[in-house]
C-alpha cells in the first residue's frame, strides 16, 4: 500500500523560530512527487513545495524548505523564521504515479506572537 | 484569474436529499478530482476524471457519482445524502500531461452538513 504518515497532530513554535514538520511516506515505486500544502483558516489549500524523488537537491522556496531523505522515505519541511501568518494546517502529500494525490493527516501549526 | 469554483460553499441538508456540489475550471485541465477532508484522517480522494467521459473511483467513492460531460465541469452528486457524508468538500484540477508533478488548484472547498 502506498502511504503518507504525519506523526504531529500537533505543533506549536515562538514568531521567528524555525520549525521542522514531519513526514514519511511507503511506495515501491522509483518516481514520485512529493508536496507540501498549507490550508490557512480560509480553507484554501496552497501549495508550498515540491520535491521529484529523483532529484537529490533538497527542494527551497523562500523560508521553506524540505529534508528529503529517499532511502528512509522521510520528506520533512523546515520553515525558518516563522511568522505569523505560517499558522495553519499542513498537509504532506505524494503523487506515485496513479494520478491521485494521496495526503497525509496533517499538522496543525501554531505561530505564537 | 485562473481559478476553480464550487458552489454552494456551504449547505446543510436533510438524509436522502439528493444533492449536487458543482466544480468548475477555466485552466482547460483535463485532470479533476474530488477529496472530502475529515478531521484525523487528512484528504482522501473520491473520484477522478482524466478527461471528458472518462471517470474513475477513487478511495472512498461509495455514495458519491460524478460526471464529465464538460472539460471545464466535474459536479459531485450525491444521491442519498448519510450524516457520514458530513464533511469538506475540496473539487482539484491539473494538467494531465504533468499530472505527476505538476500542482493541483483547488477549489475553496464545500461544507456540507447532512443531518
Known amino acids: 500500500a502506498q502511504t503518507v504518515t504525519q506523526s504531529q497532530p500537533e505543533m506549536s513554535v515562538q514568531e521567528a523560530e524555525t520549525v521542522t514538520l514531519s513526514c514519511t511516506y511507503d511506495t515501491s515505486e522509483s518516481n514520485y512527487y512529493l508536496f507540501w500544502y498549507k490550508q490557512p483558516p480560509s480553507r484554501q489549500m496552497i501549495l508550498v513545495i515540491r520535491q521529484e524523488a529523483y532529484k537529490q537537491q533538497n527542494a527551497t522556496e523562500n523560508r521553506f524548505s524540505v529534508n528529503f531523505q529517499k532511502a528512509a522515505k522521510s520528506f520533512s519541511l523546515k520553515i525558518s523564521d516563522s511568522q505569523l501568518g505560517d499558522t495553519a494546517m499542513y498537509f504532506c502529500a505524494a503523487n506515485f504515479g496513479n494520478e491521485k494525490l494521496t495526503f497525509g493527516t496533517g499538522t496543525r501549526l501554531t505561530i505564537i506572537p | 484569474e485562473a481559478q476553480v469554483t464550487q458552489n454552494p460553499r456551504y449547505l446543510i441538508t436533510v438524509t436522502g436529499k439528493k444533492l449536487t456540489v458543482t466544480c468548475s475550471q477555466n485552466?482547460?485541465?483535463?485532470?479533476m478530482s474530488w477529496y472530502r477532508q475529515d478531521p484525523g484522517l487528512g484528504l482522501r480522494q473520491i473520484y477522478y476524471s482524466m478527461n471528458v467521459e472518462v471517470t474513475d473511483k477513487g478511495d472512498v467513492p461509495e455514495g458519491y457519482k460524478v460526471s464529465r460531460k464538460e472539460k471545464r465541469n466535474f459536479p459531485l452528486i450525491l444521491e442519498s445524502p448519510s450524516p457520514n457524508q458530513t464533511s469538506l468538500y475540496f473539487c482539484?484540477?491539473?494538467?494531465?500531461?504533468?499530472?505527476?508533478?505538476?500542482?493541483?488548484?483547488f477549489g475553496p472547498g464545500t461544507r456540507l452538513t447532512v443531518l
Open positions: 482539484a484540477s491539473s494538467l494531465l500531461e504533468a499530472a505527476l508533478y505538476n500542482e493541483q488548484f
Open positions: 485552466m482547460n485541465h483535463e485532470y
